[in-house]
């Protein structure tokens, strides 16, 4: 009927591919370095006020996190991260390969507080381990979670004084600065990490994130090209940018997803359902009797099982995108409260 799987199932917002079929058969050179890509890089800086900052487009979310965890630290240094983020459970240990332990802390929401990170960071203390150097943070988390303004400083105060970077993962970045009770913006971004991205994967474009680098890396395109994210068609990700962020659509379709998961999450538990981790995004986490499960795939409706809760239950994930359809939320709510 629908799949609720995840936020990339679709192809590209029009507007998108409206932009990439008018620049079509243009000439440029390659590898982001055309004109095109240039004002891409200046529309993001400018959203961002931070006209000082270096901007890559890189490919998909994986690739961004092990580049620039990669780049910024040395063969002995150390990640911190929630032990549900998506460097620790779901990228095939691509951390790891590149030489960088990620040092997992167990959270209640996927979120890090400033006290855990303070815990791990002071817990290394000698040459025989590792050196945390790093603070790795998603907005919204893997959980949906989103974190303040309040929250974010206390991690940069932390990471200041323990000498530690900061760098949030934004593959959901849309639903996170859109999502009910936020209050962080992009420049607020910008002046409390040393880099972040702008995930656009997972809004609106076809593929790639747009990261920021608040802190020079030296010869960070070296580090692309040695791990293949240089594109000779770079411009293919920059005019996705542009498109999406020149006049505020990112946000326009972003806010659209979080309405609709509402909407889901809002009729779901009127039907009496409930969600352990309250989230204000696109991704919604109800616990569901297997039976309900079962007959709603058998409808053809597609979720992801996030973890067992007892033997006659599961929490599954539900997530909406820029491109779900009032209709498709609405009949997935009846066919629900038919299974009851």
């Known amino acids: 009927m629908y799949s609720f799987r995840n936020d990339y199932s679709e192809g590209a917002h029009p507007r998108v591919l409206q932009r990439l079929i008018d620049t079509n058969l243009e000439q440029t050179c390659g590898y982001a370095l055309d004109p095109m890509s240039d004002a891409a890089r200046e529309t993001v800086l400018r959203v961002c006020a931070a006209p000082e900052a270096d901007v890559h487009f890189i490919s998909g979310g994986t690739q961004t996190n092990l580049l620039t965890i990669a780049a910024f630290l040395r063969p002995y240094e150390a990640v911190i991260a929630p032990c549900t983020a998506h460097i620790s459970l779901h990228e095939a240990g691509a951390i790891e390969a590149t030489g960088h332990k990620v040092c997992a802390v167990e959270t209640p929401d996927g979120k890090l507080t400033a006290e855990m990170v303070a815990a791990v960071a002071d817990g290394h203390t000698d040459e025989f381990m590792v050196r945390p150097r790093m603070v790795y943070v998603s907005d919204s988390t893997e959980l949906g979670t989103i974190y303040t303004k309040a929250e974010l400083t206390a ?8 000498g530690l970077y900061l760098f949030l993962d934004g593959a959901r970045l849309g639903s996170a600065l859109t999502a009910p009770g936020n209050d962080l913006t992009l420049p607020d971004l910008a002046a409390l990490t040393d880099a972040f991205y702008i995930g656009g994967t997972k809004n609106g474009a076809l593929f790639g994130e747009a990261l920021v680098l608040r802190q020079p890396v030296e010869r960070f395109r070296w580090h692309m090209k040695q791990r293949g994210a ?14 999406l962020l020149e006049d505020g659509l990112y946000f326009e379709i972003a806010r659209h997803a979080n309405d609709m998961a509402l909407r889901l999450r809002d009729g779901m538990a009127e039907l009496g359902y409930e969600f352990p981790i309250p989230s204000p995004s696109n991704q919604q986490f109800p616990v569901l009797p297997n039976t309900v499960a079962r007959q709603l795939e058998e409808m053809g409706y597609q979720f992801e099982a996030e973890r067992v809760v007892d033997q006659d239950h599961t929490c599954v994930r539900f997530v909406t995108s820029w491109a779900t359809p009032q209709s498709a939320v609405d009949q997935f709510l009846k066919d629900l409260a038919a299974c009851r």
């Open 155 to 162: 991690l940069r105060r932390c990471c200041d004084e323990r």
């Open 230 to 243: 240089i594109l000779a068609k770079g411009r293919a990700m920059a005019l996705q940018f542009q498109a």
